[in-house]
């Protein structure tokens, strides 16, 4: 069967040395035929980065924090982006500051086994102001560590749109919230 892959750039990788070697690899992690084609029809930048060089990091790290390879082949189909991530400069810095909350190894893994997603969002725009806000509520850190594991998408969810205007409705019903 033949996948069809959109670039968004002027990039056309060669089949031989880059296509192949990485549609080979995804299978060889585990991933099935139909995630495969999630991947790369979502995500075709896989194809620019080398394998040893930012591709096979990314799921080294994925499986050193305990995700099994189903969890990995669900994450990197749901969320192939995560792909061409930096270890070092993206994905860590995210799981340290999730660490920060109390959460171990496992339960950041079935957070993002939950959320893949979760590791699309920038600390400084999104996680950490959503955080801030939950405090001045008077969540402590050890009810959004519980959040996190439970209902990782909770804290994705827009400020301005989602979440303050639903605890305002909250509140003018006189609820505490």
């Given at each position: 069967?033949?996948?069809?892959?959109?670039y968004?750039?002027?990039?056309?990788?060669?089949?031989?040395?880059?296509?192949?070697?990485?549609?080979?690899?995804?299978?060889?992690i585990?991933?099935?035929?139909?995630?495969?084609?999630?991947?790369?029809?979502?995500?075709?930048?896989?194809?620019?980065?080398?394998?040893?060089?930012?591709?096979?990091?990314?799921?080294?790290w994925?499986?050193?924090?305990?995700?099994?390879?189903?969890?990995?082949a669900?994450?990197?189909?749901?969320?192939?982006?995560?792909?061409?991530r930096?270890?070092?400069?993206?994905l860590?810095?995210?799981?340290?500051?999730?660490?920060?909350?109390?959460?171990?190894?496992?339960?950041?893994a079935?957070a993002?086994?939950?959320?893949?997603?979760?590791?699309?969002?920038?600390?400084?725009?999104?996680?950490?102001?959503?955080?801030?806000?939950l405090?001045?509520?008077g969540?402590?850190?050890?009810?959004?560590?519980?959040?996190?594991?439970?209902?990782?998408?909770?804290?994705?969810?827009?400020?301005?749109?989602?979440?303050?205007?639903?605890?305002q409705?909250?509140?003018?019903?006189g609820?505490?919230?």
């Amino acid at each position: 069967r033949k996948i069809k892959v959109r670039y968004t750039s002027k990039f056309d990788p060669d089949v031989e040395t880059r296509v192949k070697p990485v549609m080979s690899w995804l299978a060889d992690i585990g991933l099935t035929t139909l995630q495969v084609r999630s991947v790369v029809s979502n995500c075709p930048m896989v194809f620019r980065n080398r394998l040893e060089q930012t591709l096979q990091p990314a799921v080294k790290w994925l499986k050193h924090l305990g995700m099994d390879d189903g969890q990995v082949a669900k994450l990197l189909a749901s969320f192939p982006g995560v792909l061409t991530r930096s270890v070092e400069r993206t994905l860590e810095p995210k799981v340290k500051w999730l660490k920060g909350f109390g959460l171990d190894d496992q339960q950041v893994a079935k957070a993002l086994a939950r959320f893949p997603n979760l590791l699309r969002y920038s600390l400084e725009e999104k996680l950490k102001p959503t955080w801030q806000w939950l405090k001045e509520l008077g969540i402590d850190d050890s009810q959004v560590a519980k959040m996190i594991v439970k209902h990782p998408q909770l804290i994705s969810y827009s400020l301005e749109e989602n979440m303050k205007p639903r605890v305002q409705w909250l509140k003018e019903l006189g609820m505490d919230a």
